[in-house]
């Protein structure tokens, strides 16, 4: 028998918009209120990441951002973890031997030690989740070779961070990583996405541009009020993941590159919905639907996503449900 992660929600709908930075959305902004720390502790362990439709944030770790017209996200890293996010995206580049995590040419705040510590304390207290985080070479002019020695000397076995990074680091050693794993192997594991050159390919995680990852990052100059345009474009990608075969991880991302604020595209502004209320009424007309729970988004990495959003993909999931969660939706057991 199958059990519904999502019962207890039934009921449940929007809540009030919550409002940051004077924006105000239905579908954003309020991940603090949002508890899903073991949505995936109930899901067959034989079915592949690639299966699944996962909740992301893009540019994770902007919450401390002092330029709030280029801020990506509003909570911190650990309020993301508990509230159901499951796959992160950051970039690193190497500051006096310290690998920081910057937002383009600005640092976000966070360097690497932190995140990693961030994300083995959350699976330390909940084993059978996974995290998939995306590590970018953030500084082009960087070689390849220098980015890994600071990787390598942060991730040392001899060192406390290191020692705790071979017991929660998928790897597969000098093999490389090569293909999409099951939730089974990564859970407890922090899954990464590699997004820099080693030499041997997946040393530390899938490699970005690998033939089993299928990517829609269009870099497009968008003003607010195109936002529509870019949502067609996103939705005709999600709409073709559920034709791929499971080998390939898909990612989605919502968010645009230059022209425009992110919380003015993730929000909405004037009056004009922003995408994250296109694709929270999209997927809840999704989950109306008979073969919703046959359809998958894969990975969604979004700016400022709300708990509704982000209760919507992970309803998604309920197909692969084979034993009830760890307690109460949301709530640790």
Not at 49 to 66: A, C, E, Q, W
Not at 222 to 232: S, T, Y
Request: charged share 20%.
């Amino acid at each position: 028998m199958r059990f519904s992660l999502f019962a207890a929600w039934a009921s449940l709908g929007l809540g009030y918009a919550a409002t940051h930075n004077k924006y105000s959305d239905d579908w954003s902004f309020d991940l603090d209120s949002a508890e899903n720390p073991a949505w995936m502790s109930g899901l067959d362990d034989n079915v592949p990441l690639s299966m699944l439709s996962i909740p992301g944030t893009h540019n994770s770790v902007t919450d401390r951002f002092g330029e709030y017209n280029t801020q990506s996200q509003n909570v911190p890293l650990e309020t993301q973890l508990i509230s159901g996010i499951r796959y992160f995206d950051i970039s690193c580049r190497d500051l006096f031997f310290n690998l920081m995590v910057y937002h383009g040419s600005s640092s976000t705040g966070y360097d690497l030690r932190e995140v990693l510590n961030t994300i083995f304390n959350f699976l330390d207290k909940h084993p059978r989740e996974t995290v998939i985080l995306r590590i970018q070479k953030g500084k082009f002019t960087e070689r390849s070779d220098t980015f890994v020695q600071h990787l390598e000397r942060l991730l040392d076995p001899e060192t406390h961070l290191g020692d705790r990074a071979v017991k929660r680091i998928f790897s597969k050693g000098d093999a490389g990583i090569t293909a999409i794993p099951t939730l089974g192997e990564v859970r407890g594991k922090v899954f990464i996405l590699q997004d820099f050159k080693t030499r041997v390919p997946g040393r530390y995680g899938l490699p970005w541009r690998s033939s089993a990852m299928s990517v829609y990052n269009f870099k497009l100059i968008l003003k607010a009020f195109l936002v529509e345009l870019k949502w067609h474009a996103v939705k005709g990608f999600i709409e073709l993941i559920p034709s791929r075969g499971s080998e390939k991880l898909c990612i989605t991302h919502t968010s645009i590159s230059v022209g425009a604020k992110p919380i003015e595209i993730a929000a909405g502004s004037e009056g004009k919905a922003g995408m994250n209320r296109y694709l929270g009424e999209y997927l809840s007309s999704k989950n109306k639907a008979p073969n919703g729970v046959t359809e998958r988004v894969g990975i969604i990495a979004m700016d400022f996503p709300g708990k509704s959003l982000i209760k919507q993909i992970l309803k998604l999931n309920k197909v692969h449900q084979v034993t009830p969660p760890a307690g109460l939706p949301g709530r640790p057991s």
